[in-house]
């Protein structure tokens, strides 16, 4: 059950990034990287679908078969488990050692291995934020990342719905509009993205073309 409770999570991760309650994101390992490999953190607090995780940015040279027996070994040497997971065209690793799960995307460009380390505590307390706007009645949450860089809170949502595009844009732009949102241009030219305002805060609203399991919706809310 943790296998696959961590496999969910790991999934996750590729989408996409509030503060994170009683653990600090900056109090999480991050899985060790080859000497010479340089990281970035991304914000100060991030939790993902409610949970506490800390996400950095990662360069470095090397050959791709080097990288993997590093990480790997690194992995087994903390006693964790190690498992490489379907990720499209970018590679995805994961390093599982309680109460930790570990996560390493990356690519391979002219020699140079670049991508993202996460890491998450298997057994962290879930904690839920409003949601910037009411969403429809069917409408299932697939991600949420949410961020605090300084006085900057973010959140990036992943949503799905049985709605086609029109009848979607159309009941998200009642329910924005009763919570005082203000749409931004012309709204006849805002077929595929919206753009909405209240003060000191922003939500846009994208819907990717893909829509072969109903229709995806990413929401991006920005509070200063």
């Not at 490999?37 to 990662?58: E, H, K, Q």
């Not at 299932?140 to 029109?166: A, C, F, H, K, N």
């Not at 919706?217 to 920005?222: G, R």
Request: charged residues 30%.
């Amino acid at each position: 059950m943790r296998r696959r409770r961590y496999v969910f999570l790991a999934s996750l991760m590729g989408a996409i990034f509030l503060w994170s309650g009683a653990l600090r994101a900056e109090e999480l390992p991050l899985w060790p990287l080859p000497e010479g490999f340089r990281t970035a953190s991304i914000g100060d607090d991030l939790r993902l679908n409610g949970v506490p995780v800390r996400v950095a940015l990662f360069s470095g040279i090397a050959s791709e078969r080097d990288f993997r027996r590093d990480m790997e070994r690194e992995c087994r040497q903390r006693r964790g488990v190690f498992q490489a997971l379907p990720d499209g065209f970018r590679r995805l690793w994961s390093c599982v050692r309680e109460p930790y799960s570990q996560t390493l995307r990356w690519q391979s460009k002219s020699g140079r291995i670049e991508g993202e380390l996460s890491t998450m505590r298997l057994d962290a307390s879930v904690k839920e934020s409003p949601l910037p706007i009411a969403l429809p009645q069917d409408a299932q949450v697939i991600s949420d990342l949410e961020s605090r860089d300084g006085s900057t809170r973010g959140r990036v949502i992943l949503m799905e719905s049985r709605l086609s595009v029109p009848q979607l844009r159309a009941e998200l732009l009642r329910n924005a509009a009763s919570q005082g949102w203000k749409p931004v241009g012309d709204l006849s030219e805002q077929r595929e993205r919206l753009s909405l305002r209240k003060p000191g805060a922003s939500l846009d609203l994208a819907f990717p073309s893909d829509h072969s399991r109903g229709t995806k919706v990413v929401l991006v809310w920005q509070n200063r």
